[in-house]
């Protein structure tokens, strides 16, 4: 679980900004089923269904259709089909997937078809691979080859690569083995392929195959070969549709060929020139690898399009996966840095670290004899963590400081694999649901299922749902999350961008009236990001749940995940794509949402939050807690949760806050004392609070609107009495919500 931290609380975590970037983008493989990348040269646009027929008995109607025809005609209806997907998503697609088990090759293959074009290619591709080796004709083995060929998202595959390496060398008609070799060398740049065209063009006893080859050959880079250009010199004069491609490829040679030429001469020039001078000026040869200025060359490259592409090396892919899958292995804990000194900011309860005895503010000096100083000066807050964490089972030895030590302790603490959650939830005072989404990872919605479940079963009548600090992660997640607060089929988002590559993409809500049933209100603020603000403007649009706190990040671009093969995979390419838009129509990006009441934590004097930084630094607020822990532990704990903002209730605080010597107002030295005994308490209990009412804005503004909604007097609630006098009555905004009668579906 994570503690909220107080909105005046100064922060200390550095390393947050660095999460944030990573996680603050839409994250797909490019095998997923989410990926928005289109697999055709041109995709069709969605299409709306015959007005005389509902989408499924449409579907059906256009699948005995295609049973009908034969295999050179049904391209036109498997068209009409992706369009309807479009428009309709799973009512559709669902659909195909199951035509993927009929006993019709041809209904497999065209079904397989239609689901690459919809980039599900991780259900369509095992169906192409079985039918380009086994089709029981020549040519539905042809048309299987060239539906994996015309599919990018396979591109760089090697399980489709061997499969097409296989079909190649088994196929005896010669027509089907040239789309198989097309296919192959798209696929995977593999020489096999490339070489069985030379060889049918050279060998071959029928001259459509010799001149088809030829031409397959030279559409694909080889026009240059003398071999090539000599029969296709001897074919472009013919009066046929092969003379016609031969005459256009030979036209485009002369008139692009030169210009390409001297464009990538400049470019070759300049790589030249650079390395040049660095191989004979720069005095440290050690750093003159190729490899490795290549690579930062990517990066610059890919960077400089916007600041959410990114090339990601070896160490980055792997940060990554690991933030998205939740889990990694490691010691249990959150860190980051205090006045220079690398600490724990809390222990994950039950964790190792918290069994080996680590609390919150230890300082860790040395990591397996590393020095943190050291590690902090080579490498940052990530060049500790590298040596923290490690395979489970394996023994890391952390030397760590804690205020009251006389020296130093060292432990040897075994690495488990570590579950980062992603949902907190807890009930507030009146039967409202609370729950806090920290990012958009893998389990994410399963954990917000569990949340929810928990929720329901203690009675709740209304919801807060906090996305504040949020950064995103997978969109998957965004939509399934979403889904579980809106009736069925209603748009939640879709995605746009280059039409030949990521076209119009629609995702809507599949759920019943009861997930519309409770009142709710969402939170976010400057640092909701990406998949938060997907939710949270689509909650918005469908007048689902009022927004409370600040404009939102406005992060709405789509990056797709590209695996490099020139590294054998082992890095990728984040690459933007398309960009988000929300029900209304409202792009997210560079915008983000407004929310419909504004609340904004309160400000600090600059010269308050120095005086505070200081008096942190020396350590004042964590030695009155730890000094006075024993003898009244029992009232720390109750002021934790709340002391009614009065500084009366702590212990000797007259006498603490006199001999400060301070110009902090007493209120200001009270708050920080909070965040100091919120911090034993949490170790006491072994488990975070999920939230602090008393000191959150925003949630206060929050459940008064749930309290007005549900009709509940809060002067009838001790905990909630101060909060009419606290907030002046404003009408939500509804800035950007959907106008009356405006169909859910686009």
């Not at 569990?450 to 992660?473: C, E, F, H, M, Y």
């Not at 720390?636 to 006498?655: C, G, H, Q, R, Y």
């Amino acid at each position: 679980m994570q503690t909220f931290t107080p909105v005046r609380a100064l922060p200390i975590v550095p390393f947050v900004a660095l999460v944030a970037f990573l996680l603050a983008t839409l994250t797909f493989s490019s095998r997923s089923a989410e990926a928005e990348a289109a697999d055709d040269a041109v995709a069709p646009k969605a299409e709306a269904p015959a007005e005389e027929l509902p989408i499924t008995p449409l579907t059906d109607k256009l699948l005995e259709e295609i049973k009908t025809q034969n295999a050179a005609e049904v391209w036109e209806t498997v068209n009409r089909l992706v369009r309807l997907s479009r428009a309709y998503g799973t009512v559709v697609t669902e659909r195909l997937e199951k035509e993927l088990q009929s006993n019709e090759d041809k209904v497999r293959l065209v079904a397989a078809r239609a689901l690459c074009q919809l980039n599900m290619t991780d259900r369509a591709a095992p169906v192409l691979h079985q039918l380009v080796q086994k089709a029981p004709t020549a040519e539905l083995r042809r048309l299987s080859a060239n539906s994996i060929g015309l599919t990018t998202s396979l591109y760089g595959d090697e399980t489709t690569a061997a499969v097409l390496a296989t079909a190649l060398k088994s196929e005896a008609d010669e027509a089907t083995k040239i789309s198989i070799a097309r296919s192959l060398w798209r696929i995977a740049s593999r020489n096999d392929g490339r070489d069985e065209l030379l060889k049918m063009m050279n060998t071959s006893r029928v001259k459509e195959v010799r001149d088809e080859s030829a031409l397959v050959l030279a559409e694909n880079g080889f026009l240059q070969l003398p071999d090539v250009r000599a029969r296709l010199l001897n074919l472009y004069a013919e009066p046929t549709a092969q003379g016609e491609r031969a005459f256009n490829l030979l036209r485009h040679f002369e008139e692009d060929g030169t210009r390409a030429k001297d464009k990538k001469s400049q470019g070759e020039q300049l790589i030249t020139e650079v390395l040049r001078a660095i191989k004979n000026a720069y005095p440290d040869e050690s750093k003159y690898d190729l490899d490795k200025l290549y690579e930062q060359a990517a990066k610059g490259m890919v960077g400089s399009l916007d600041p959410f592409s990114q090339y990601m090396d070896r160490d980055e892919v792997k940060a990554t996966q690991e933030m998205l899958q939740q889990d990694y292995g490691g010691i249990g804990a959150y860190v980051g840095l205090r006045n220079g000194s690398f600490i724990v900011t809390s222990p994950i309860y039950g964790s190792p670290a918290d069994k080996a005895g680590l609390r919150a503010l230890d300082i860790i000096q040395e990591v397996d004899g590393h020095k943190a100083n050291e590690l902090l000066d080579k490498g940052g807050v990530n060049g500790v963590i590298v040596k923290l964490k490690g395979a489970p089972g394996t023994s890391v030895r952390v030397k760590y400081f804690r205020r009251g030590f006389l020296k130093a302790v060292e432990v040897a603490i075994v690495r488990e694999r570590i579950r980062v959650e992603s949902v907190f939830h807890i009930v507030l005072p009146g039967d409202i649901g609370y729950v806090r989404l920290t990012r958009f990872g893998e389990r994410s919605a399963d954990e917000m299922q569990t949340a929810l479940d928990s929720l329901k079963n203690q009675n709740i009548k209304a919801l807060v749902l906090d996305l504040r600090d949020n950064p995103g992660g997978l969109l998957r997640g965004a939509v399934e999350i979403a889904d579980k607060f809106l009736a069925a089929e209603k748009l939640i988002v879709y995605s746009e961008g280059n039409k030949d590559f990521a076209p119009r993409k629609p995702y809507f809500s599949t759920g019943g009236p009861e997930d519309e049933a409770l009142p709710m209100v969402c939170l976010v603020g400057a640092g909701s990001a990406s998949a938060s603000e997907i939710v949270a403007g689509a909650l918005q649009d469908h007048k689902r749940a009022t927004l409370i706190g600040e404009k939102t990040f406005g992060k709405g671009s789509v990056q797709q995940i590209m695996p490099v093969r020139a590294t054998e995979r082992e890095t990728q390419l984040r690459l933007t794509i398309a960009k988000y838009y929300l029900p209304s129509g409202r792009c997210i990006h560079e915008k983000g949402v407004d929310v419909d009441v504004e609340v904004k934590p309160s400000d600090l004097h600059g010269w308050v939050m120095e005086k505070i930084t200081e008096l942190r630094r020396q350590n004042v607020f964590e030695d009155y807690v730890r000094s006075r822990w024993a003898q009244n532990k029992d009232t720390f704990m109750k002021l934790a949760i709340s002391d009614e903002e009065k500084t009366s209730a702590w212990p000797d605080f007259d006498v603490f806050f006199k001999n400060l010597n301070t110009r902090l107002e007493p209120a200001d030295v009270r708050q920080e004392l909070r965040i100091a005994c919120r911090r034993h308490a949490q170790d006491e209990l072994k488990k975070e609070f999920v939230v602090d009412l008393e000191e959150d804005d925003v949630l206060q503004r929050g459940v008064l609107d749930l309290l007005s909604r549900m009709k509940i007097d809060p002067f009838s609630l001790n905990e909630y009495k101060l909060l009419p006098d606290k907030f002046k009555k404003t009408e939500p905004a509804q800035q950007g919500a959907m106008l009356p009668g405006q169909d859910v579906r686009p």
